[in-house]
């Protein structure tokens, strides 16, 4: 059974920061591409940040220099650290693991963590 499991979400103030972590288990094939998207209410599913198996990132350009995505092989996790956090951060923020390839390709989807910057 693959199993997602998001931590870290809160309520931060402006310029504050959170980490947040995605540890997967359960996947039988070969971890390709981890990421995260965010969904805010009213709008549609956008990504933030990316990160291959060799440790090629690519970020959203409303992201850049402020949050950092990592990833730790041994353990299947990936990591979103957000610094001088916006209210425009606001949202839910899910993870996503891309695994496998041709006929086991695979994308699977973590439950959301709830990210609230506010004053």
């Known amino acids: 059974q693959v199993q997602l499991v998001e931590s870290g979400g809160g309520l931060v103030q402006p310029g504050e920061s959170l980490r947040l972590s995605c540890a997967a288990s359960?996947?039988?094939?070969?971890?390709?591409?981890m990421g995260w998207y965010r969904q805010a209410p009213g709008k549609q599913r956008e990504l933030v940040a990316t990160i291959t198996s060799g440790g090629d990132t690519n970020y959203a350009d409303s992201v850049k220099g402020r949050f950092t995505i990592s990833r730790d092989n041994a353990k299947n996790t990936v990591y979103l650290q957000m610094n001088s956090l916006k209210p425009e951060d606001t949202a839910v923020y899910y993870c996503?693991?891309?695994?496998?390839?041709?006929?086991?390709?695979?994308?699977?989807w973590g439950q959301g963590t709830q990210v609230t910057v506010s004053s």
């Open positions: 996503n693991v891309d695994s496998g390839t041709g006929y086991f390709k695979a994308v699977y």
């Open positions: 359960g996947i039988r094939f070969r971890i390709n591409a």
